[in-house]
């Protein structure tokens, strides 16, 4: 058996995505680490091939007892509910974790590319670049963008980017997020929407420079977020923390637009009242900027919003049972 690639978060979204983008490579000799407990992610799982499969706990076991070598570690699980509030549980979770498996991979020469969040960001108001000069002064609207920006302050402190790659992925949509209840992608619950009610709703404006729907986001296709992802752990040399955007603000209508088209219909879109709970934790612009993420190598195109809605509904969404 070759060296190992280990895929944390493995039945996860962005996992599962990275996992079959492997094995389309041919990859097999893969380690997979999720917590499934009785969750419906393991059905992420199906159709997949790899040589094992074990939970967070067990791994940090592994990593004391195990002879196996390990080629990289692709560290992508983490709570990743925004709205979650134990912090306790969130810095054991997302940070000190990621810290563990970051220093045993430079201490066994494995490559480590983990995923940071552009929740980190906050509301926007220090800008969206991946600068490291930037990197200090952002300041984090929940506990969830927090626990990442720790690790991201920690790796920047001990000069460890020149060596591991974060990835501070934007608002990534595409199959098999089925599984994340209230963390799903506006077009996966839009699309169930129309289903159900012929109608899309979306939040109101509550700062008077954007209208209703006007407000924006960087959404990136998984596929594309994949093909970054691996981009980076095929190295291996290098590091940095990256934007993984598209570069390109959408509108929420924009999204309806298009989600209505890839499913043959007319646009109906009603607007809502915010919940008080987020209307002060709100990001009304998202926009990676991607010169860095271009500046490592990486020249691909992204998918357009358009392409990627159509490619997930009619590709996936619409084959799968109500």
């Known amino acids: 058996m070759s060296r190992l690639i280990v895929v944390t978060g493995a039945a996860g979204f962005i996992g599962r995505n990275v996992v079959a983008e492997l094995n389309q490579r041919g990859m097999t000799d893969l380690l997979l680490v999720d917590r499934l407990e009785t969750s419906e992610k393991w059905r992420n799982l199906r159709g997949l091939r790899f040589e094992d499969l074990i939970s967070p706990q067990q791994y940090l076991q592994h990593l004391t007892g195990s002879s196996w070598e390990t080629e990289a570690i692709i560290h992508l699980g983490a709570c990743s509910a925004t709205t979650e509030r134990d912090a306790d549980y969130l810095l054991e979770n997302n940070y000190r974790y990621t810290r563990t498996l ?22 926007g108001a220090q800008g969206y670049s991946d600068d490291d000069g930037v990197t200090p002064s952002l ?20 000069q460890l980017f020149d060596r591991i790659v974060g990835l501070k992925y934007f608002n990534v949509y595409g199959p098999y997020e089925d599984h994340k209840a209230d963390m799903r992608s506006v077009v996966h619950k839009a699309y169930h929407q129309i289903q159900q009610s012929g109608e899309i709703t979306l939040f109101r404006s509550y700062k008077p420079e954007y209208a209703d729907g006007q407000q924006k986001r960087d959404f990136i296709y998984v596929k594309d977020a994949v093909d970054a992802t691996l981009h980076f752990a095929s190295q291996r040399k290098g590091g940095g923390l990256f934007n993984i955007g598209t570069g390109q603000a959408r509108t929420w209508i924009d999204l309806a637009k298009a989600l209505f088209k890839a499913m043959d219909r007319q646009p109906n879109i009603r607007f809502i009242d915010m919940p008080e709970t987020l209307r002060g934790k709100y990001q009304y612009f998202t926009q990676a900027k991607t010169d860095k993420l271009r500046s490592a190598g990486y020249t691909k195109p992204f998918t357009t919003l358009e392409d990627g809605i159509r490619d997930y509904v009619q590709s996936y969404l619409m084959h799968q049972p109500d």
Do not use: I
């Open 139 to 158: 300041v984090p609207l929940n506990m969830y963008g927090y626990s990442k920006h720790l690790f991201d302050l920690w790796a920047l402190k001990h």
């Open 102 to 123: 970051c220093q045993w991979s430079l201490e066994n020469h494995a490559r480590f590319v983990y995923a940071s969040s552009a929740a980190t960001y906050g509301d």
